[in-house]
Structures are given as C-alpha cells and as structure tokens.
C-alpha cells in the first residue's frame, strides 16, 4: 500500500521551531520530488517548499531562509524544519510526491499524505 504519512505537527509560539517529517511506505522516495505545501484554515493550499531526486530545492518567498527541506533516502524520509515560526505559517502541512518529470518538482503529485497541523500561538 502506497503511503505517505507527515508527523511533528503542533503549537509552537512565534519565533520557535518545528520540525516536520515525511515518511513513504509502500514505494521509495529516491526518484521522488517530494512537495510540502500548507493549507491555513479557509485557504487554499499553496506550496512551501520542493526537493528533488537530485537534492536541488525550491521554496516559497516567505519561507527562504527560515525553512529547510532535506531527504534521506536511506529512510525513506523527507524533513522540513521550520525556523522563526510565524503565525501566517499556521496550517495543515502535507508531503506530496511525483516522479511523473524525472524527479523535478512538477505538478501534478501523485501521492499525498494525510497532513499534519502546525498552530502558531503564543
């Protein structure tokens, strides 16, 4: 069964960390892209950030330089630890993964995991 599950989710206050996880069952994430993307309550879901197969990344404009995705492949796992949490950062965060483009972050995602809410609050 093909599977993506996130985990780490929770309250952190403004200015904390958190440090989310991605792990893929059912398949391997070497020729994966794998996505976190976030959905805030009454909103839609938009990308935070992307890594490649081949370990190039890409990030949302507000979350450079605060966010850090990394894989390891060895476990199956993708990572996005979050820095400098702020509360526009609070939502539903969820992995997603495609190997449809030769492991490039392209659309459309084949797999998503169930998500995993972070809430911002001091």
């Known amino acids: 069964q093909v599977q993506l599950v996130e985990s780490g989710g929770g309250l952190v206050q403004p200015g904390g960390s958190l440090r989310l996880s991605c792990v893929a069952s059912?398949?391997?994430?070497?020729?994966?892209?794998i996505l976190w993307s976030r959905q805030a309550p009454g909103k839609g879901r938009i990308g935070v950030s992307c890594?490649?197969?081949?370990?190039?990344?890409q990030y949302l404009d507000s979350a450079r330089g605060r966010f850090t995705i990394s894989r390891d492949n060895a476990k199956n796992a993708v990572y996005l630890q979050m820095n400098s949490v702020r509360p526009e950062d609070a939502g539903i965060y969820y992995c997603?993964?495609?190997?449809?483009?030769?492991?490039?972050?392209?659309?459309?995602?084949?797999?998503w995991g169930q998500g995993t809410p972070v809430t911002v609050s001091s």
């Open positions: 890594i490649t197969s081949n370990y190039e990344t």
């Open positions: 059912g398949f391997t994430l070497d020729d994966y892209a």
């Open positions: 997603a993964a495609t190997a449809h483009s030769g492991g490039k972050c392209d659309p459309p995602f084949e797999h």
